[in-house]
T-cell receptor, first 113, second 115 residues
Framework: DAEITQSPRHKITETGRQVTLACHQTWNHNNMFWYRQDLGHGLRLIHYSYGVQDTNKGEVSDGYSVSRSNTEDLPLTLESAASSQTSVYFC????????????FGNGTRLTVT | GENVEQHPSTLSVQEGDSAVIKCTYSDSASNYFPWYKQELGKGPQLIIDIRSNVGEKKDQRIAVTLNKTAKHFSLHITETQPEDSAVYFCAASKMRANRDDKIIFGKGTRLHILP
């Protein structure tokens, strides 16, 4: 069965360090998304990609970057981790940009100390 | 841009009773409305969706209704069971999305099913 996997599931890092969260999907979807989930804010879009070499900023993109070198992977990098980036991060993919279901991974819980 | 409001933020219902979660959206061009269920420690999963050419859709104990004129849609769960306890998210988007169109989520409803 096709799936979307995130790693690691849990990560603790120190302020100022660079951190990369992995996302890998076997759906062969062109469209991939990164969200962060925080109490009281729901799911907020960080970055998204509509295909290889395509990346776009979402509503909370400051301090984050992504790259898309193949269809399967969209790694999320925190350039210099800040305590405000402590959150649960979800990766998702879909067959179309807007009118089809999102398939989510099970998340990465990131703590920045 | 699109804005989605979801109510209530928390809902407790007795097992066997019905639960209703409501969402409103602001962009009349939105025409795809999915609902996601998130269980503890997992990512959200699609449970039902509706497109703007229909007013209601049912799948066993779950139904979604859409009122395009009022720009609101609702999730109805009947005969609730303990496994329905979770966080539910509504969302709105456009089926023919361009680069600037985003999938916008409500802030979620935590549903508790009381024994």
């Amino acid at each position: 069965d096709a799936e979307i996997t995130q790693s690691p599931r849990h990560k603790i890092t120190e302020t100022g360090r660079q951190v990369t969260l992995a996302c890998h999907q076997t759906w062969n979807h062109n469209n991939m998304f990164w969200y962060r989930q925080d109490l009281g804010h729901g799911l907020r879009l960080i970055h998204y990609s509509y295909g290889v070499q395509d990346t776009n900023k979402g509503e909370v993109s400051d301090g984050y970057s992504v790259s898309r070198s193949n269809t399967e992977d969209l790694p999320l990098t925190l350039e210099s981790a800040a305590s405000s980036q402590t959150s649960v991060y979800f990766c998702a993919s879909s067959v179309s940009p807007g009118g089809s279901p999102l398939h989510f991974g099970n998340g990465t819980r990131l703590t920045v100390t | 841009g699109e804005n989605v409001e979801q109510h209530p933020s928390t809902l407790s219902v007795q097992e066997g009773d019905s639960a209703v979660i409501k969402c409103t959206y602001s962009d009349s061009a939105s025409n795809y409305f999915p609902w996601y269920k998130q269980e503890l420690g997992k990512g959200p999963q699609l449970i039902i969706d509706i497109r703007s050419n229909v007013g209601e859709k049912k799948d066993q104990r779950i139904a979604v209704t859409l009122n395009k004129t009022a720009k609101h849609f609702s999730l109805h769960i009947t005969e609730t069971q303990p496994e329905d306890s979770a966080v539910y998210f509504c969302a709105a988007s456009k089926m023919r999305a361009n680069r600037d169109d985003k999938i916008i989520f409500g802030k979620g409803t935590r549903l508790h099913i009381l024994p």
